[in-house]
């Protein structure tokens, strides 16, 4: 089936260190997103990106690294100058730059230690 | 964001009951993008509304855009237990470039048997 997958489902991280999260699509969709999401507060972008090697900043980017060398995968870094990790961390792809339409994965939620 | 709110924050309602969720943009909408999450999960699309005064159902759900494309309603019909859950809308600006979506709050739905 085609869709969107982020693993692992939950992660625990000792504060100060790196953590990588997976964004995998099958859709053959161009752009992918990262979201952070906190709670009782809506989705914020972190990153994004519209074509392979390439992606933009979002609304929260400091303290966080991506990389698109795939078309499929986008993966995120949480670094240790993320101040503030802990959270829902949502992934989404849209067919291409001028769809806006967007599928989002089942999510990861990271908590630092 | 301030540039797009919903209301209510949340909402108790009894099974079988209408109910009304509101999304009001600062500005004219590109496009309009309903979202249901369950809670620790992924964003389920529901609607997209793109025209003045559009409106789009699905089962007992339905959207509507202001013929201004700045206020977005969601309307659920006789409402059931699998409702439940966070509603989210996500706003298209034509300014912004690419496919960036602006997210709401969301709006927290129990519906009681």
């Known amino acids: 089936d085609g869709g969107i997958t982020q693993s692992p489902k939950y992660l625990f991280r000792k504060e100060g260190q790196n953590v990588t999260l997976s964004c995998e699509q099958n859709?053959?969709?161009?752009?992918m997103y990262w979201y952070r999401q906190d709670p009782g507060q809506g989705l914020r972008l972190i990153y994004y990106?519209?074509?392979?090697?390439?992606?933009q900043k979002g609304d929260i980017a400091e303290g966080y690294s991506v990389s698109r060398e795939k078309k499929e995968s986008f993966p995120l870094t949480v670094t240790s100058a993320q101040k503030n990790p802990t959270a829902f961390y949502l992934c989404?792809?849209?067919?291409?730059?001028?769809?806006?339409?967007?599928?989002f994965g089942p999510g990861t939620r990271l908590t630092v230690l | 964001s301030q540039e797009l709110e919903q209301s209510p924050q949340s909402l108790i309602v009894q099974e079988g009951k209408n109910l009304t969720i509101n999304c009001t943009s600062s500005?004219?909408?590109?496009?309009l993008y309903w979202y249901k999450q369950k809670y620790g999960e992924g964003l389920i699309f529901l609607m997209m509304?793109?025209?003045?005064?559009e409106e789009k159902s699905h089962e007992k759900i339905t959207a509507k855009l202001d013929e201004k494309k700045q206020q977005s309603s969601l309307h659920i019909t006789a409402s059931q237990p699998s409702h439940a859950g966070i509603y989210l809308c996500?706003?298209?600006?034509?300014?912004?470039?690419?496919?960036?979506?602006?997210f709401g709050e969301g709006t927290q739905l129990t519906v009681n048997p």
């Open positions: 859709l053959n969709h161009d752009a």
């Open positions: 989404a792809s849209s067919p291409d730059r001028d769809t806006d339409t967007q599928y």
């Open positions: 996500g706003a298209g600006w034509a300014q912004t470039s690419g496919s960036r979506l602006t």
């Open positions: 990106s519209q074509i392979v090697n390439d992606f």
């Open positions: 500005k004219t909408l590109y496009g």
């Open positions: 509304l793109q025209k003045g005064g």
